[in-house]
């Protein structure tokens, strides 16, 4: 689906994208457009014409009844449609960031707390002293410190958590906002 200037100048009116809004859920008349948002039957008319020449409706009318009646076309199926496809996926990226910043977060904490109480129990080793004048001072000298292979700050983790919290939050708003602006429910 290309989008040109037509379709994009159809759309810079709020009563158009109102109209077109109508006229997507199903086929309507003027009339009944003119009802439902509230304009007169001859601003709406001039909006169908003006969105049907950018190819978003489409006109039909039955000749017996003279009834005009305007549905979608795929072009205008087509934007909607990836409009709410974004939203979704922007709701739904939302979702998986926020899992992402708990899990990291998490994982940031516990190692936190697993450092405080390793700390700990070394503290507790080294206050054991040596006999004699040197008494009053700990041996730490003597106590043997283990490897560690690779060594990441637990805030490295927390702060992580934190970019994708607010990652997810800005997506979260992306999403309602599209989602208001465009009037879906």
């Known amino acids: 689906m290309e989008l040109d200037f037509k ?3 159809a759309l810079s009116s709020p009563t158009r994208i109102e109209i077109l809004n109508q006229v997507i859920d199903r086929e309507s008349t003027p009339t009944k457009i003119s009802d439902e948002i509230g304009k007169t039957k001859s601003t709406v008319s001039s909006h169908l014409k003006k969105l049907e020449s950018a190819g978003l409706v489409e006109r039909t009318s039955e000749d017996e009844r003279r009834r005009v009646t305007y549905s979608p076309t795929r072009k ?6 990836g409009k709410e496809r974004n ?6 990226a939302s979702a998986l960031t926020a ?3 708990i899990t990291l977060g998490g994982f940031g904490l516990l190692e936190r707390s697993s450092r405080q109480f390793q700390s700990q129990d070394s503290a507790d080793d080294l206050e054991v002293y040596m006999d004699g004048p040197e008494a009053a001072e700990p041996a730490s ?8 292979l690779v060594s990441f700050s637990p805030e490295i983790f927390l702060y992580l958590a934190m970019f994708f919290i607010g990652l997810s939050v800005v997506s979260a708003f992306y999403g309602v906002m599209m989602n208001k602006l465009n009037g879906w429910n």
């Open 7 to 9: 379709s994009i100048k």
């Open 76 to 81: 205008a199926e087509d934007i909607v449609k």
């Open 87 to 92: 939203v979704k996926f922007s709701l739904t």
């Open 99 to 101: 899992i992402s910043a």
């Open 141 to 148: 000298e003597t106590a043997t410190a283990t490897p560690e």
